[in-house]
């Protein structure tokens, strides 16, 4: 039998802080907190959502300090969204980043965590 992808896992300083930024970039909601765990859920869904992926922002006492080993991408609908996107996740805290990636037609962003992630160009 096949398994499902239900959540992503992301540690964090200020799990709080992080998770509010993450649920204002992907417009879902603070489904649950508790003290070092902030859950994330989009707008509807009741988990285990037979579709949708969680996000659990964890605090661990270390800062980031290496690439990621897995990163986020996020979807737009034309090359205006995108620029959009770029600006509006900058003014939640976003910041422009290299890791490598060259003259490339997406945008690599941190969160204010140092977490990387992409903003797709449309296919």
Wanted: proline share 8%; glycine share 6%; charged share 20%.
């Amino acid at each position: 039998m096949a398994t499902r992808l239900v959540q992503i896992h992301m540690n964090a300083r200020d799990d709080s802080a992080l998770g509010r930024f993450w649920a204002e970039v992907l417009g879902w909601s603070v489904s649950s907190e508790e003290p070092g765990v902030t859950n994330l859920e989009p707008e509807g869904s009741v988990y285990p959502d037979p579709v949708a992926v969680c996000l659990d922002v964890v605090a661990v006492p270390e800062p980031k300090t290496v690439k990621n080993r897995v990163r986020i991408d996020l979807a737009t609908t034309s090359v205006a969204h995108q620029a959009e996107l770029v600006a509006r996740f900058k003014a939640l805290g976003a910041t422009p980043v290299d890791v490598g990636q060259g003259d490339v037609p997406w945008t690599v962003l941190a969160d204010p965590e140092g977490n990387e992630f992409c903003v797709l160009t449309p296919c």
